[in-house]
């Protein structure tokens, strides 16, 4: 049974900081690629960043980018997203979710989700 378990959401202040995490088991990690995303209340969910399965490659919305920044360690089937200068309108429950050897901004493709983790950040 695959699972995706999300954890680091909390409050933090505008301009702060939190990390995510992502912890897979299940399935072969090395294989997939991670995405993550996020929806806030009465809006569609929206790619926040994705990593190749090997890591080597990453995508970023522009919103986020040179603020956020995914990484992963295979070793630890765990896929982490570090968030910096935190804006109110990043507020949102934030998902990563598992694509078979991709790592594309369509969620409608990925394969495997998580519960999500709700991050709010305060004005």
């Known amino acids: 049974q695959v699972q995706l378990v999300e954890s680091g959401g909390g409050l933090v202040q505008a301009g702060g900081s939190l990390r995510l995490s992502c912890a897979a088991s299940?399935?072969?990690?090395?294989?997939?690629?991670i995405g993550w995303f996020r929806q806030a209340p009465g809006k569609e969910r929206e790619f926040v960043t994705a990593?190749?399965?090997?890591?080597?490659?990453?995508r970023y919305a522009d919103s986020v980018k040179g603020r956020f920044t995914i990484s992963r360690d295979n070793a630890k089937n765990t896929v982490y997203l570090q968030m910096t200068s935190l804006k109110p309108e990043d507020t949102a429950v934030y998902y990563c979710a598992a694509d078979l050897r991709s790592y594309g901004l369509d969620h409608v493709k990925y394969d495997y989700w998580g519960q999500g983790t709700q991050v709010t950040v305060s004005s």
């Open positions: 990593i190749s399965w090997i890591g080597g490659s990453t």
């Open positions: 299940g399935l072969t990690f090395s294989n997939y690629g």
